[in-house]
C-alpha cells in the first residue's frame, strides 16, 4: 500500500472530528432498540435476523438516530456472519449479499435523512454551521464469541483450539467484504480478549483493507476485558495498528468509563471512543437483561462532560440504550460554547 492511502486512512477521523467541531454523537443501542420496536431477535443471528425478516425496521432505526443527531451509524452487521447465515440455510452469495445490504441500508438511511433536511421536513438539529450534518456510517463487526452465540462474547473465553490464526480465517471474508461495501469504517465491537484484537489488527494488514477501522473493548470492571487482558494491554494492539484511527470501550457499564478513558489516554493518541450501555448487565444464557442498582439514563448523561473532559472525542450508547439517550448526549456536547470547551486533538 502507498503512503498517500495510508496517509488517507489515517487521516479521516481527525479530519471528520475537526468538521463535527471537536467532538462527535455516535449512535446508540441497536439491537435493543429493534427489540423495543418489536421484533424478535432471540436467534443466532440476534440483530442479523432482522436483515432478513424486517429490513424496514433497520431502516426506521437508522433514522431515529439520525434524527436524534448521531454522526456515525453503526451497520446491523454485528451478528451478521457467513457462517451464520449458512447455518441457517442461505447459500454463501445470499450470507454475503446480506452483508452489503446492511451497509446499503445504512447509507441509504442518510441519503433519506439528508433529502428530509434538504426538504426542510425535520428539524435540522444539532446540524452545527455546517449545512449538512457529517455522517459517517461504520460496519460493525461483532465477535467470534457473538457468532456462537452462547455466552462467551461476554467471557472472551474461546477455548485452547481456538488460536489466532483460527479467528482470522473466521473474520477475513466478512471483513473483506465490508471494507469493499462502501461504509467509511469498519468498527471492531464489544471485543472480549487481546487475541481477538491481535486478529484484527492482523487482518487489517495482511489484506490490504482499504478503509480504517476503530477497535472497542468491553469491560466489567473498568481495568480488564471479560478473558482478564488489560484494557491497557488490548489498546497497545490497536494503537499499534496503522488503520485504526479510534479506540474505545463499548457495551460496558457507564460508571467504569470515566476511569477508562484515562488509562487509554496514557497509551495511545488516538481519538477515544466510547458507547457504554445503560448499566444493566446482560446475561448471555438467558439472553436477559438484568437491571443494576442506581446507575440512570440521567446519570449516563450527566457522565458525558466528564469523558470529555478526560479525552474520549466520540459518544454514544449501546445495549438498552436509546434514540433518548443519543438526544441528550448531542444536546451536551452542542451545548458547550468554544471558551469553556477546547476540543481536544490528540494526533
Ligand atoms: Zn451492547
Known amino acids: 500500500?502507498?503512503?498517500?492511502?495510508?496517509?488517507?486512512?489515517?487521516?479521516?477521523?481527525?479530519?471528520?472530528?475537526?468538521?463535527?467541531?471537536g467532538y462527535a454523537v455516535v449512535d446508540g443501542g441497536f439491537a435493543t432498540e429493534l427489540q423495543r420496536h418489536g421484533a424478535d431477535?432471540?436467534?443466532p443471528l440476534w440483530s442479523a435476523k432482522c436483515l432478513i425478516t424486517s429490513p424496514h425496521l433497520v431502516t426506521k432505526v437508522h433514522l431515529d438516530y439520525l434524527e436524534s443527531g448521531a454522526n456515525i451509524i453503526i451497520t446491523?452487521?454485528?451478528q451478521a456472519t457467513i457462517q451464520g447465515f449458512v447455518a441457517k440455510g442461505l447459500s454463501v452469495g445470499e450470507a454475503e449479499n446480506l452483508l452489503r445490504r446492511s451497509v446499503e441500508i445504512t447509507y441509504e438511511a442518510r441519503e433519506i435523512f439528508y433529502n428530509r433536511c434538504t426538504k426542510g421536513s425535520w428539524d435540522f438539529t444539532y446540524a452545527g454551521k455546517a449545512s449538512r450534518r457529517p455522517i459517517l456510517v461504520a460496519a460493525s463487526v461483532g465477535s467470534y464469541g457473538a457468532y456462537l452465540a452462547d455466552g462467551s462474547e461476554y467471557?472472551?473465553?474461546y477455548g485452547d483450539s481456538v488460536s489466532k490464526e483460527t479467528l482470522k480465517d473466521f473474520h477475513r471474508r466478512r471483513v473483506q467484504i465490508l471494507a469493499n461495501s462502501g461504509a467509511d469504517l469498519i468498527a471492531f465491537e464489544t471485543i472480549p480478549n487481546k487475541l481477538e484484537a491481535e486478529a484484527y489488527a492482523d487482518l487489517l494488514e495482511e489484506e490490504n483493507i482499504n478503509i480504517p477501522a476503530w477497535f472497542s473493548f468491553t469491560s466489567k470492571d473498568g481495568v480488564t476485558v471479560p478473558r482478564g487482558d488489560s484494557v491497557v494491554e488490548c489498546t497497545k494492539v490497536a494503537d499499534s495498528c496503522t488503520k485504526v484511527v479510534a479506540i474505545g470501550i463499548n457495551c460496558t457499564a457507564p460508571r467504569y468509563i470515566h476511569d477508562v478513558i484515562i488509562s487509554l489516554r496514557q497509551v495511545t493518541r488516538k481519538?477515544?471512543?466510547?458507547?457504554?450501555n445503560s448499566g444493566e448487565i446482560y446475561d448471555g444464557l438467558n439472553k436477559k437483561w438484568i437491571k443494576s442498582e442506581g446507575e440512570s439514563e440521567e446519570d449516563f448523561v450527566s457522565y458525558v462532560s466528564k469523558w470529555r473532559d478526560a479525552g474520549a472525542s466520540l459518544f454514544g450508547g449501546c445495549c438498552r440504550t436509546?434514540?433518548?439517550t443519543i438526544r441528550a448526549i448531542a444536546k451536551v456536547l452542542s451545548g458547550e460554547s468554544p471558551a469553556t470547551s477546547k476540543p481536544k486533538f490528540w494526533q
Open 155 to 157: 467471557s472472551g473465553i
Open 271 to 276: 481519538p477515544i471512543v466510547v458507547y457504554p
Open 41 to 43: 431477535i432471540n436467534d
Open 322 to 324: 436509546t434514540p433518548n
Open 76 to 78: 446491523a452487521s454485528y
Open 1 to 21: 500500500m502507498g503512503s498517500f492511502v495510508k496517509e488517507e486512512t489515517s487521516s479521516l477521523m481527525t479530519e471528520f472530528l475537526e468538521k463535527c467541531g
